[in-house]
Every structure is written in C-alpha cells, then in structure tokens.
C-alpha cells in the first residue's frame, strides 16, 4: 500500500516480470542454500547481502558457478577499507568466463557482438570467432614476451578488435588500458606514461559524424613517446598500409589456437581506469580480475537481468568505464552490441535505431542524451520498433524527471527506466536498476546488493529523507586493489577515506528516501551551500534547460574573501535564442517557482559553450578554480578537457574579480 510520504510510482513491474527475473530466482536459491530470507522481496535481500557480506559473494560465486583454478580460503580475510582482501589463496581467469558461452556448441554460432558504425548495419562476430581469436592473439602475445602483469594498451574506438585485445590481455594475465582515439596525444600519454605499456593497439584513424579522422599523426608520436613498448600493433580501420616497424593485426589474429587462460590471483589486476584528471595527472585506478568478474555478474546478472537471450546496447567509448562494463555482459552469455561512432549521426535519434535494428533489450545511453532527445523533439516509440527494448538505462549524470517522464511517454509506458549510479573508481554501480522495484519519477531505484549505500552528515551520522555525502560502510569486491604508483597507498587514501576514515566518501550528495530509493544531486566537492543551505548542480541543470532557448548551462558557487557567496549561472543557448531581459527574467523565475529563492543565480553569462571531460561531464570544480584567481595552468589538466579553448574566459573573469 501507498502511504502519504511514497508518491505513485511511474512503473512497477508486473508479477509475471518480477517472477520472470533472475534477482526472484537467485533469492529464492540462496534462501535455500545459504539462509537468505525467502519473503519480504528485494528490501529483505539487500539487507542480508549487506548484514552477511561474506555469505552473500560466497553464494553470488556458487550462483554464477565461477571457476576456481584454485579454490579459495576464505571469502573476505580483511573487511579494512582500503585493503579488504577477498577470496584468498583463490585462482581463476576472467576472460575464460567471459569465453564461456562459446563452450556450448549450441551457442558457437550465435552472436558474442554486434558491431555497429554509422551506416547502422549490424556486422556479428560469432562466440566461436571471437574464442578463436582471443586464443591466436593471446599466443602472439606470449611470443612477443608478454607476461602476468604486464600492461598492454589500446588507442582504439569501440570496435569488436577492442574486446579481443582486452579478453587476450586478459587470459595471459597481463594488465589492459585504454583510450578513445578522439583523445589527443597529451591525454593519452598522460594516462599511458604512468603505467608503461609493452604492446599498444592502435587504428589509423576513426570515423564520427560522417568524416574520417586520420590519427596516424597521434600514433607516431605516442610511439615515440612511449620507450617502454615492445611491440606496436597496426588496426588498419581506415584502410592504411601498417606503418614500418608495427604487426599487423590480421597476422596476429589468424591461427586457430585454442586459448590458454593463466591462473592468476583473485586480486591479480585485471585493468587500468582512469579518472577524469580535471586537476592533475588522471588518477590510475587498478582493480582485480576476481573483484570485477564478481561485481560484474553480480551488477549485469542480477541488477540488469541479462542473459543468453539479451542482447545489451550502451553507447560508450573505450575511454569511460561504461566500456569495460558493457563488454563484461558476454560474462553473463549476452550478445553485446558495440557501436563506434556520433551519437546523434545522422540525426538526433540514431541511437533508437541502433536500439531497433540490433533488437536491444537493455539500451544504456547518457541523461544528457535523453533530454538531447527530448528538446529536438524525437519520438522513439513513434517512429522506431522498439518492441524488444525491455529496460533503457542511463547514467554519466543524474537524469531530470523530465527525462523519466519523456522516456515513459515516449519509449513505452512497459518500460523499465533504470538511472544508475557509480564510478570508475568501483567500475560499477552503487544504485541503479532492481528488475523487481517500481520506478519513481527522478529517483534510482535502491542500493545495489553487497553494497551499504548510507546518506551521512558532516559528523558521520546517517540520514533518511535528507541530503548527505554518498558513503559506502563495508568492502566491494570491485574498488580498487591500488592506484598505480603510489606505493605508500596515500592517494588511495586520500582519495576516498580522509573525511570518514574506515568509510569510503565517493564525493557525491544523495538523498536515501523513506522508500529505499536514492537520488543523486550532483558533486558534493562544488556543492552550491547559499546560507547555510546545501544544493545540488543538477536540481539546477534540470530546472533551467527544460527552457528550449538553454542548450545547457554551469552553475558555480563562490565563497567570498569578505564572507560573501557569488553565484553565477554560465548558459550556453540554443542557435537562434538571445541572452536578453526577458529570458533572464524567466530564467530566474523558472529556478524561485521551481527549486527556491535560494537558488536564483546572482548573474546569468552567456558562454559559447559549457566545457567537459574527455567523458562528457561538467567540469565544475576546476571553473570554481578559476574563477576563484586560480592560473589555469594550476587548476586544470589541459589534456582532461573536450576544449581547452573555452577555459580563459574563465581565468579572465577570476581575475578580473580577484584584483577587482
């Protein structure tokens, strides 16, 4: 029943659905096997997953029959943060599981991928063709002297050659990286420097919005720049000759070897991520080829409901973490669908009909791509076969009501809207889709099994109903093992447990509802705090570009030398539109009728464009920097940003206020 303070929910799934789901069978499994509890739906699991953390990873391993190589001693020796250490003494390989599918000859010669560019045509490489190369190419990668932990690189867009390098990394347990090829050369030397690749996969260019981009230029110098490679492998994805001194990638992928997958540690790592490095060189995060492979089923067997008969669709590239997590859906059997290229070419709906012709039943794409949709207008249900579509999730910022209200109205009413959650730092969620929970307008639907997700204040005490810092209390497999080159661990520490030692603060301020949802507010590291009171950017983001002249807008909070607080509003308009009285006017409107008085900005400043991360995030604290007096050489990484150019306006206006 609905009580007063629970508002009706815009979907619940159905009892065919919520019985139909992998979560109801796992429950009802591990009440059996391990004790969980058998009733009270998925409130009750989470809390037993969190209450008897060690039983339930033991039991999500069992679920998921992960192969030991060596068994295991125990499941969670050290519940530390950082240091927890899990499934001691235990062996095994990731890209065996993710292979597995191929095992079955039923299944050999079904698709493992899709790959999709901007024609739209779906090309498979079957589980059999994958397999066979992933053993070939893990072969080459022997001879050439790779190693157990050696780190090997890809300048690479999200095609299927990608995933066949990072599953052969993987099974001679050595460490893959990566970059978009969009990254220029600083960036990704920024990131590859630190850790030193022997082998880097590299592409002659890429194609984007209907043009071909030549990077052979980029290659060159990362080759020149990087003494540590051994080898350099030539993906001729424009059709280029391999430059002298590179492998062919055909060569190295042609024998029909059978794989061979090394036995590695549970905590081996498995990859490197790295955060965005708006301030500084781009923290290396390392996590573990056991950690992510139980996280992983978890996170996409139970929480995203995929299976053999799914076929999973998020648009990413092999920059963001979003990548690494899309090609883990072949751990759960799926066939996963690799696009490489615009996200709006031709046109703003181009995703919707990857979505239709590749019959996606969960389609991933960015808030910022669905409110994208929402102002030009795009009618998804309308105009595209979405009928297999069961779940469209999204994420990279939290999404507005607005966009839950137009992928309701537009998509289907049937269907599963899943806001998640999470971070590089874990490669996975800390909130997000529960295929058994109804969906509420602007809220993720819980924390994730195995993780306890609290709301704390300054002080440390957990709150209901109110904004606090997102703070995990126990372990997940999936965080990090370390951080490359830091061997007294102390940016590991700083980076998550200085405000609350023993607790990991991810810097993000979240509401926990009395019903068990969450709702994400923004950064708490550039949190608006106007007397006293604590407001999030993305309230404000929301509020001001449902207007069709805002295209988008950066709100910064500035505490004063003289105990002041400015706050200005920077609006990027639509083409056409003016920055004029009028629509200052009903900006500022728009915010006091819809979020408070408080929020109204002291100066709305028109920019040409709102800057990113490589990753497609506002940059809010390096602007807050900025326009504190801050050089932008000290508060910004230049190679982190999608353009620098839109930065010394900034600098300017910081100046101008400081010496003012």
């Not at 029959?65 to 519940?79: C, G, N």
């Not at 407001?535 to 002249?549: K, W």
């Amino acid at each position: 029943m609905t009580s007063a303070s629970t508002p009706q929910p815009l979907w619940s799934p159905g009892p065919d659905r919520i019985a139909a789901a992998r979560i109801t069978a796992f429950q009802a499994w591990a009440a059996e096997r391990f004790g969980a509890p058998a009733a009270g739906g998925y409130p009750a699991l989470h809390r037993w997953s969190v209450d008897e953390l060690d039983t339930f990873w033991q039991a999500v391993a069992e679920w998921f029959d992960v192969r030991f190589t060596t068994p295991y001693e125990s499941v969670l020796a050290d519940r530390a943060m950082p240091g927890a250490r899990w499934f001691t003494d235990a062996t095994l390989n990731y890209a065996e599981h993710a292979l597995r599918a191929a095992e079955d000859p039923a299944r050999a010669d079904e698709a493992a991928l899709l790959h999709v560019d901007e024609t739209h045509e779906a090309v498979p490489v079957t589980w059999a063709e994958l397999r066979r190369q992933v053993g070939a190419l893990s072969a080459e990668l022997r001879a050439l002297g790779v190693r157990p932990g050696d780190r090997v690189s890809g300048y690479l867009p999200n095609i299927p050659e990608a995933v066949t390098a990072l599953l052969a990394t993987a099974a001679v347990g050595a460490v893959w990286t990566s970059c978009a090829p969009d990254f220029g050369a600083r960036s990704v030397l920024d990131r590859f420097q630190q850790v030193e690749p022997v082998v880097l996969f590299t592409v002659d260019g890429y194609r984007y919005g209907g043009k071909e981009h030549d990077r052979r230029d980029t290659v060159a110098e990362l080759r020149a720049e990087l003494p540590s490679l051994r080898a350099v492998v030539h993906i001729p994805l424009l059709g280029t000759d391999a430059p002298e001194g590179t492998l062919a990638w055909s060569e190295l992928t042609a024998a029909a070897t059978e794989p061979v997958f090394e036995a590695v540690p549970f905590d081996h790592p498995l990859w490197v991520l790295y955060s965005s490095g708006t301030t500084g060189l781009p923290k290396a995060i390392v996590q573990s080829q056991g950690g992510i492979l139980l996280e992983h089923l978890k996170q996409l067997g139970l929480h995203c409901d995929l299976g053999p008969e799914d076929r999973f669709f998020w648009y990413t590239s092999t920059g963001w973490m979003m990548w690494n997590f899309l090609v883990s859906g072949l751990l759960t059997g799926t066939t996963v669908v690799l696009y490489d290229g615009s996200p709006g070419y031709p046109d703003t709906g181009a995703q919707w009909r990857i979505a239709e012709r590749t019959k996606a039943t969960l389609y991933g794409t960015s808030a910022a791509y669905v409110m994208a949709c929402r102002k030009a207008e795009v009618h998804p249900g309308r105009d595209f076969d979405l009928s297999s579509v069961k779940c469209v999730a999204t994420t990279g910022s939290p999404l507005p009501p607005d966009g839950f209200r137009w992928l309701h109205d537009e998509v289907a009413e049937d269907l599963w809207i899943a806001s998640v959650s999470g971070g590089t730092d874990v490669c996975s969620c800390f909130a997000g889709a529960v295929p058994t929970l109804p969906v509420h307008i602007g809220e993720l639907q819980a924390a994730c099994l195995g993780t306890d997700l609290q709301a704390w204040d300054p002080s440390g005490k957990p709150l209901v109903g109110e904004v606090g810092e997102l703070v995990v209390t126990n372990p997940m497999p999936s965080m990090p093992i370390h951080f490359w080159n830091d061997p007294d661990g102390s940016r590991y520490r700083d980076s998550y447990f200085e405000m609350f030692p023993g607790a990991w603060r991810h810097g993000d301020w979240i509401t926990i509802t009395d019903h068990g949802s969450v709702v994400i507010h923004g950064r708490s590291d550039s949190t608006l705090n106007r007397q006293g009171v604590r407001m999030g950017s993305a309230d404000i983001y929301e509020a001001v570009e449902r207007l069709p002249e805002i295209k988008e807008s950066l709100v910064i909070g500035l505490e004063e030398p003289n105990g002041g607080y400015w706050m200005p509003l920077f609006v990027h308009l639509a083409p056409g539109a003016t920055l004029d009285d009028d629509l200052r006017a009903r900006v500022k409107t728009t915010i006091r009728e819809q979020l408070s008085p408080r929020h109204v900005p002291d100066e709305i400043i028109e920019v040409p464009a709102i800057p990113h991360t490589l990753t497609g995030k506002r940059i809010e604290v390096p602007v807050k920097r900025l326009l504190q007096g801050t050089p932008l050489a000290k508060a910004v990484n230049a190679g982190s940003v999608d353009n620098i150019d839109l930065l010394p306006f900034y600098e300017e206006l910081g100046r101008t206020r400081t010496q003012g």
